[in-house]
């Protein structure tokens, strides 16, 4: 159990252009959670992904983000035509829905994005 | 729809002194309740939840939390705090089955002074 991991740790990108987040969950979850969190909030939650379906987005995703999850393991969110407001730390969470601890989400360390 | 309020937006505190952070929450359905923590530049860990049966949960640190139906309320408490307990702390719901998308609140910066 290596832990939820995303990378980049830090983006810094000038609007208007693209970025994509990854993030690898904990091997076998096969729930996975993409959330945003601005300064001085709580993260908000923004997509679930149950193996490679796409069950829910919030309506905080507007029509430039897109989020995947190809193969049921690792999942990728797009941004595109980025604007200052995107600017956040994303966080990523698994769980699994099988085990005994399916109730608790596992989060990665966040990619942090700032928008110029 | 379920939503949550965290009534203090930061608490500074003595070491060795007690703390209570106030969480109340908002839902028509059936909820779980969490409580994670965030320390400097990491990333958010459970520190304690509540899914039924006993309403006063515990983590391994020390802090405890009391679900109280009628007040709608998931305080988090310590009896004494130290150093290292300084993070910001986010109390959040989630429906009981589903897929449990949590709804969080907007977190207290609980900073502990020597």
């Known amino acids: 159990d290596t832990g939820v991991s995303q990378d980049p740790r830090h983006k810094i990108t000038k609007r208007g252009q693209n970025v994509t987040f990854r993030c690898d969950p904990i091997s076998e979850h096969n729930r996975l959670y993409w959330y945003r969190q601005t300064l001085g909030q709580g993260p908000e939650f923004l997509t679930y992904f149950q193996n490679e379906a796409q069950l829910e987005k919030s309506r905080l995703l507007s029509d430039r983000f897109s989020a995947e999850r190809p193969k049921g393991s690792f999942s990728t969110l797009e941004i595109q035509r980025t604007e200052q407001g995107d600017s956040a730390m994303y966080l990523c969470a698994s769980s699994s829905q099988t085990s005994g601890r399916g109730i608790e989400q596992f989060f990665g360390p966040g990619t942090r994005l700032t928008v110029l | ?114």
């Open chain 2, 1 to 114: 729809a379920q939503s949550v309020t965290q009534l203090d937006s930061q608490v500074p505190v003595f070491e060795e002194a007690p703390v209570e952070l106030r969480c109340n929450y908002s839902s028509s359905v059936s909820v779980y309740l969490f409580w994670y923590v965030q320390y400097p530049n990491q990333g958010l860990q459970l520190l304690l939840k509540y899914l039924s049966g006993s309403t006063l949960v515990e983590s391994i640190n020390g802090f405890e939390a009391e679900f109280n139906k009628s007040q709608t309320s998931f305080h988090l408490r310590k009896p004494s705090v130290h150093i290292s307990d300084t993070a910001e702390y986010f109390c959040a719901v989630s429906r009981t089955g589903g897929y449990n998308k949590l709804i969080f609140g907007a977190g207290t910066r609980l900073a502990v002074h020597p």
